[in-house]
């Protein structure tokens, strides 16, 4: 638990960093952090790193150079989806040539682990680039952290139900339930303190946005979770002392950056 605590504190200024300069700085920093979990989601899924993984690791630094190279949310967007489809045709041409060592579950692994892992990550510098993005974007750490250690400290103190025995046999139904009013009320308290410097309408559906964070972040856990248990694994990997793994650190953010994404689309149409 110490190793745990003393790693986040180390990390917490290089995270404030990142984001207050965002730019290039954030996009590279998410871009490394994509690339290591994509490479621990294709090692736990395949056992080891395959040749199709690589065509992966290509099409994540060519969304990095799109990502480096415009500033338009839309324009990123674009070309993302418009590369989905070469991306595709790619790995089933690779499949049609190489069908004596690459079978259909290698292809939906390399082209999974780019969705899932790049992709997701890469929602980070394009979210910090939107209007208000420098104090919207920390709603991604707040749903996942705030309920994180809501559910934690709750589940320590009263967790009695078991919330998913069979993929995390800790966690409680009591747990869960402080995760998601811990990040309810850090949700609502964040907003309120710089509610002028960016707008997601209505304040008081914040809470309820904190709420949903919170589910977001928890489903994120478990989904790595339940892939580890397929895998056989007990971490992703030993990058973070204390914590794993790129996909043990940054599983609930995966999701909560779509959740983010999701309320920002939502707060324009208010």
Not at 132 to 146: H, K, T
Not at 186 to 197: C, G, L, M, P, R
Request: glycine fraction near 12%; include cysteine; charge should be neutral.
């Amino acid at each position: 638990m110490i190793i745990r605590i003393l790693t986040a504190v180390v990390g917490l200024p290089f995270l404030v960093g990142l984001v207050w300069f965002g730019g290039v700085p954030l996009v590279l920093a998410a871009g490394v952090l994509s690339l290591i979990g994509m490479y621990e989601f294709y090692k736990a899924t395949g056992g080891k790193i395959k040749e199709v993984h690589f065509i992966g690791f290509a099409f994540e630094l060519l969304y990095l150079f799109f990502l480096l190279r415009y500033d338009s949310v839309r324009d990123v967007f674009t070309v993302v989806f418009m590369s989905l489809p070469g991306f595709i045709a790619v790995l089933m041409a690779y499949l049609t040539l190489r069908h004596d060592r690459c079978s259909i579950n290698d292809i939906t692994s390399a082209l999974f682990g780019f969705l899932y892992v790049g992709c997701l990550l890469g929602l980070i510098p394009i979210l910090r680039e939107t209007e208000g993005g420098f104090y919207l974007i920390w709603y991604v750490f707040i749903f996942a952290f705030a309920s994180d250690t809501g559910a934690y400290f709750v589940g320590v103190k009263f967790g009695k139900h078991r919330l998913a025995p069979v993929l995390s046999p800790k966690k409680s139904i009591e747990g869960a339930v402080g995760g998601l009013i811990t990040s309810g009320i850090v949700s609502a308290v964040y907003y309120f303190a710089y509610s002028d410097s960016f707008t997601l309408s209505h304040g008081v559906l914040v809470f309820a946005f904190g709420v949903l964070g919170s589910v977001f972040a928890q489903m994120g856990d478990l989904a790595a979770s339940a892939v580890k248990r397929e895998s056989g694994i007990k971490d992703y990997g030993s990058i973070f002392p204390g914590h794993g793994g790129v996909l043990d650190r940054f599983d609930s953010v995966l999701f909560t950056s779509v959740c983010v994404f999701l309320i920002k689309i939502f707060a324009y149409w208010l």
